[in-house]
């Protein structure tokens, strides 16, 4: 599954990882092998790429419980991922809002990856901040280098 890692950093693309059938089982072992997760390439989210927004959304969550550490490139913001990914009760007035845009051709109308969505994106702003990382100092101390 990982074919570039050193040092407790393992290095992958977005499709390695979240456009194959991979679950929470793998995430996990990923997790207790690597303190640092570099991924390349990460998509916003709509109709066509479904799958792999919850793939996505399982990695995260796995990834926030271990505490592993995320460096990543993007097509956006969390936010912005996610933002045309709606529920069934939203999806009436996004599309009131912005019916003349071709954009909204490839909205994802999904309760579940609607609601999953919020707390992922909460997740990966709280994965950018100093407590998160003094968190995964502490839970990956055993693979970090020692400081003099």
């Known amino acids: 599954m990982i074919q570039r890692a ?4 393992a290095s992958v693309k977005f499709f390695e990882l979240c456009e194959v059938p991979l679950g929470a089982a793998d995430y996990f072992a990923l997790c207790k092998n690597f303190h640092t997760l570099a991924m390349e390439g990460i998509p916003a989210f709509g109709a066509s790429n479904r ?3 919850y793939r996505f959304v399982t990695l995260i969550d796995v990834m926030y419980e271990h505490k592993t ?3 990543c490139s993007a097509e956006g913001t969390p936010f912005e991922l996610f933002e045309r990914v709606v ?3 939203n999806a009436p007035r ?4 912005r019916s003349a845009k071709t954009e909204d051709a490839d909205v994802a109308v999904d309760d579940e990856l609607g ?3 919020d707390r992922t994106v909460s997740r990966m702003m709280e994965m950018q901040s100093t407590e998160y990382e003094q968190d995964n100092a502490a839970a990956y101390k055993h693979m970090l280098p020692q400081q003099h």
């Open 6 to 9: 050193a040092k407790g950093v």
């Open 51 to 53: 799958g792999a927004g």
């Open 69 to 71: 550490r995320l460096v």
């Open 87 to 89: 529920t069934i009760a």
């Open 94 to 97: 996004r599309t009131a809002a």
């Open 115 to 117: 609601f999953a969505k």
